[in-house]
């Protein structure tokens, strides 16, 4: 009888959706316990990079009432040497500085910086913002976030009509087979994880308010689309993908007339957005003097000469290269296009528009970087023609599909502990590179 009990409870979680959630969960947790928390370098260094900038904000206004960041040269360089030290301060002369990064990121892992500061005060423990339980604490609000997202990409799937399995298979093999699961557990400070979920929660509301609008979504929508904006303002680009939402791009250009232009419903969104947006511009006032700065300086857009090929392709960084789940996406476009022709080729059409903004950039590998880690915000949308596709395969074909997707994401896993342990090359691989350590340490 117990073994029956269990049995049925066992299958009665599998059924839950949350149950796969949880396990995601379960499975980064211990492995940031073992990986982060207990190892004597890491547990001192997920805050870094570009995510000190981030921070910043959070330990200028909480801790040191400091907008201007002098303790990145004290209590940061000097105090704080086991952690990788950077300089994300920019000057416009000796009394105003400011850093290029925005204050978003900052926002959406605030009430775990300030649960974390919280118990070190009341535990007397060193409070300066730096010590490892602040790094730990950041961890935990990509993890919550990282839930948060998987909850969304499962009410967004449901409401395309994609098959429970498909929707688990999708939601947990796009976590796993892409680089979401290292920047959730490894570079938790960066800005990747927090787009995501508001994102995914922003595509979810919409497809809510498409349905029946109401005030209560309105201001939703004003203030997801404003967080999105405040924490990487290129993902405003967001909104182009709307028109997905609607049979035609007739009927999107109803709705919109009757009611995003509406005063009550389209007003209480505009005034939710500039509010979340103008905490930038306080913020740049009270350092600067001024209402704006372009913050990123010399670095800049090249739209004349984009990497397209190369985002997509190279060895380098190529989006499809290090996340080829995603190609299995292409192919579902066509069995959405079936369904409705609209959708699917608004739906390339801006994706394409996408990677052409990103790929123009500057530095369109982005750094230091596994894979294309200004795609995870987009995962969402990739995730619904790769849904809409194993919805439809059957028989042999789904089974020829789901082997190699598992082959992918195998691959994958095993390229981020190959990344971890530099192994693959954190800026310049080559095809060479590439072939010498392909399934390393598996096949020496």
Known sequence: MKNSSLFHLLKKSVLNFNFWVLLCFGISFAFVVFNKFMHPVQKHNTIVSDGKGYYAYATGVFIYNDMSFQFNQTIEKEKHPETLWT??????????????????????????FLGAHAFSKAMGWDSDGYTAIYHGAIIIAS??????????????LDAYGIKY??????????????????????EASLSHIYSAA???MFWYASILFRRESSTK????????????????PVNILIVLFLPVLFPSFKSFLFFVKQRLLNLKTGGIALVAFLAVVSIQFIIYKIQIDQWYIYSYSHEKFFFLQPHIIDFLFSIRKGFFVYT?????????????????KFQPLWWSAIMLFVVYIFSSWHMWWYGGTLGTRVFIEYYILWSIPLAILLNRLQGKWLRVVLVIAC????????????????????????WQNYKDIFLYPIIP
């Open 87 to 112: 300089d994300y301060r920019y000057k416009i002369d000796k009394s105003r500085v400011y850093t290029k990064y925005y204050a978003g990121t900052a926002i959406a892992y605030s009430p775990f």
């Open 143 to 156: 993890l919550f976030y990282m839930v948060l997202t998987m909850l969304f990409f499962g009410k967004v």
């Open 165 to 186: 399995w498909v929707k688990v298979f999708v939601t947990v093999g796009v976590y796993f087979g892409s680089n979401w699961f290292y920047y959730t557990t490894w």
């Open 198 to 200: 508001f994102i995914a």
């Open 217 to 232: 979504l309105s201001l939703t929508l004003g203030l997801l689309l404003g967080m999105i904006t405040l924490i990487r």
């Open 324 to 340: 080829p789940i995603f190609t299995f996406s292409i192919m579902g476009l066509f069995i959405w296009y079936k369904q409705n």
């Open 407 to 430: 082959i992918f994401i195998f691959n994958n896993i095993l390229q981020q502990y190959q990344y971890r342990q530099a192994i693959l090359h954190y800026d310049s691989m080559t």
